[in-house]
């Protein structure tokens, strides 16, 4: 995020409000329990990562011009703070960059399993807050609900290390794709209500299906015109569709979501045209019923069950490796990210930055709210494709890094 020129004492100002914030989201400033159970947090006050660098550029824009040798991820990685995967190592990051005008970046990371974006950018916003006003918010994040919803319990399945997966021998490229309100509607016009129960699509929905639409067919063409099965992986926000819940989770804090999962037979694919309206109709069902499913359940057991069984699910498929297609997709949007005023004005550009995971992408709101940005990884030939896609030609732009002046 990049805000207007500040002075060094107004840097100090903001690192000591960051310490005031971390008091209300004491977890963040744990340790993992790895000897005791391994998603327990040490609430042990032990703090974040912090840094401060100096950046030698004018600004953001010079300093990704002058990043020749990199991609653009790879440049706003080098923004971000160096975190460790170690059981002692921070859970959260703050890394502070200060251009040559005075300009500053904000790179924040933190473990998925410990935040999600609604978390985060209720973090985000209260720091600003509190380096704004230099009094926090009335209002404390409940962090003591999730585990009462989410009770601890033995997972039918082991889960993936990352860490130590073998390096893939290929080439993962992320590129970043701008579909403003007028690419959007044009979309949204092509989709047949065909189906009664199939309402007018979300723009977010519409953009997902597209990206799952186009990375299908790209498979497709890779295997002889021959479709694989394919499954998107869809995060849902659990807050505010809770009946059964009580105290109420409409603003609880930790990582309450639960993955929605579309799936595409390859045979059903081979006999339909695979027009946009019919992974607009599967990914806008999918959320749909997961939606509903929350809605109906009962009790809390009744959500926890339909939580894992989700996970479960989604972490089989991917385990299938080469026999299937599997892609994640995550929505940033309708989150207030451009509300974060930290006394020199709101933020010009919020963004996502990509760790090269293939078939990952993630969509934000532009500053406007009327478009989306989307950060999209893949294979880099898949990419090739991907950006030569006649739909991706004709609804998108790239984002304009001259205008971060």
Same mark, same amino acid.
């Given at each position: 995020m990049k805000l207007r020129p500040l002075t060094v004492p107004d840097l100090n100002k903001l690192e000591k409000s960051l310490s005031e914030t971390l008091t209300k989201f004491y977890p963040f400033a744990g340790r993992f329990r790895k000897d005791i159970d391994p998603f327990s947090i040490d609430c042990n006050d032990e703090g974040i990562e912090y840094v401060r660098t100096k950046v030698n550029a004018d600004d953001l824009a010079q300093y990704l011009r002058g990043q020749a040798h990199n991609d653009i991820e790879s440049s706003l990685i080098d923004l971000l703070p160096v975190m460790d995967r170690l059981p002692s190592s921070p859970l959260y990051g703050v890394q502070v960059n200060v251009f040559n005008n005075g300009g500053v970046t904000i790179g924040i990371q933190i473990l998925h399993i410990v935040s999600d974006a609604f978390t985060l950018v209720k973090f985000v916003n209260e720091w600003a807050h509190t380096t704004l006003t230099g009094t926090m918010s009335l209002d404390n994040p409940g962090f003591g609900q999730l585990p009462w919803l989410f009770p601890a319990r033995a997972l039918p399945f082991p889960l993936?290390?990352?860490? %130590?997966?073998?390096? !893939?021998?290929?080439?993962? @490229?992320?590129?970043?794709?701008?579909?403003?309100?007028?690419?959007?509607?044009?979309?949204?016009?092509?989709?047949?209500?065909?189906?009664? %129960?199939?309402?007018? !699509?979300?723009?977010?929905? @519409?953009?997902?299906?597209?990206?799952?639409?186009?990375?299908?067919h790209i498979s497709s063409a890779k295997n002889n015109g021959n479709s694989r099965d394919s499954s998107l992986v869809v995060v849902v926000n659990l807050r505010g569709k809770l009946s059964c819940t009580a105290p109420s989770l409409e603003h609880v804090v930790g990582n309450c979501v639960i993955p929605a999962i579309a799936n595409k037979e390859g045979d059903e694919a081979r006999r339909k045209d695979d027009e946009l309206n019919d992974f607009v109709k599967l990914v806008g069902n999918t959320i749909r019923d997961t939606c509903e499913a929350i809605g109906k359940a009962e009790s809390v057991d009744d959500i926890s069950s339909l939580t894992l069984n989700n996970h479960t699910k989604g972490v089989e498929k991917l385990l299938q490796g080469d026999e299937m297609d599997f892609y994640l997709c995550s929505s940033w949007c309708g989150f207030p990210w451009y509300e974060a005023d930290f006394g020199w004005g709101k933020p010009f550009w919020v963004s996502f930055v990509s760790f090269g995971h293939h078939g990952v992408s993630n969509l934000m709101d532009t500053k406007d709210g009327d478009g989306i940005q989307v950060t999209v990884c893949l294979k880099e030939n898949d990419m090739i494709e991907f950006e030569r896609d006649t739909h991706i030609l004709s609804s998108t732009s790239k984002l304009a890094f001259h205008s971060f002046g």
């Open positions: 993936p290390d990352l860490n %130590t997966t073998t390096a !893939p021998n290929y080439k993962n @490229v992320t590129k970043r794709f701008l579909f403003d309100a007028l690419a959007i509607e044009n979309l949204r016009k092509t989709i047949k209500d065909n189906d009664m %129960t199939m309402k007018q !699509p979300s723009r977010v929905v @519409v953009v997902m299906s597209l990206i799952w639409k186009v990375v299908t």
